[in-house]
């Protein structure tokens, strides 16, 4: 009894593990800036966030800054409030929209033939699967994108562009912490590009 609880609840786990999706994280930049000189950083504006279609909980907003500005520091850069003395300047977006997931599943029909056996065994029974059908499933989600730009001072314009979109839970929903805490960190994993 106690063994088949045990996998029961292994089964609950891994099913709620592959119930939700990862991180798909993408960058995007300009091959001619030169990203060596980079030391310093400031926000675009007063606030790195640029209010887009979607609007955010002040603590995320709040939480997204400090957990950008650490993930820059721990890369070297140094942040000042001085934004005409800094390298480059890094902006943030949020959006989300409602996406659906489509499944087809096919349906079978299991057919059973048995025909006459003969003197030295039982009749043979030979079982087909019949497709009869399918039945489409329909799954609707939240899906949220978080973008992350950084202006190079000297030059004037955007030279990096990353973004991270995941599936949003319910869970995310309550405690977005960690969710914004490897977004983040996926977005940047290749910033500054190697040249």
Excluded at 41 to 50: C, D, G, Q
Excluded at 75 to 90: H, I, Q
Excluded at 172 to 186: F, G, Q, T
């Amino acid at each position: 009894m106690k063994t088949s609880l045990a996998v029961i609840g292994v089964l609950l786990v891994l099913a709620g593990c592959s119930s939700t999706r990862g991180i798909d994280s993408v960058f995007d930049y300009n091959p001619d800036a030169d990203f060596t000189p980079y030391q310093t950083f400031s926000w675009v504006s007063e606030n790195a966030y640029v209010q887009g279609n979607t609007s955010i909980a002040t603590s995320s907003e709040n939480y997204i800054h400090v957990v950008l500005r650490q993930e820059l520091e721990e890369k070297g850069f140094v942040f000042t409030e001085d934004r005409d003395s800094a390298n480059f300047l890094v902006s943030f977006t949020v959006g989300s929209r409602t996406d659906l997931n489509l499944s087809v599943i096919p349906e079978f029909v299991q057919v059973n033939t048995t025909w006459g056996g003969n003197y030295w065994g039982p009749p043979t029974t030979v079982s087909y699967n019949v497709s009869a059908g399918r039945t489409l499933q329909v799954k609707e989600y939240q899906e949220g994108q978080l973008a992350i730009d950084v202006i190079d001072v000297g030059l004037g314009e955007p030279v990096w562009h990353g973004t991270a979109t995941r599936e949003i839970t319910l869970k995310n929903r309550r405690d977005p912490k960690p969710l914004i805490d490897k977004a983040v960190s996926e977005i940047l994993q290749d910033f500054p590009p190697s040249s």
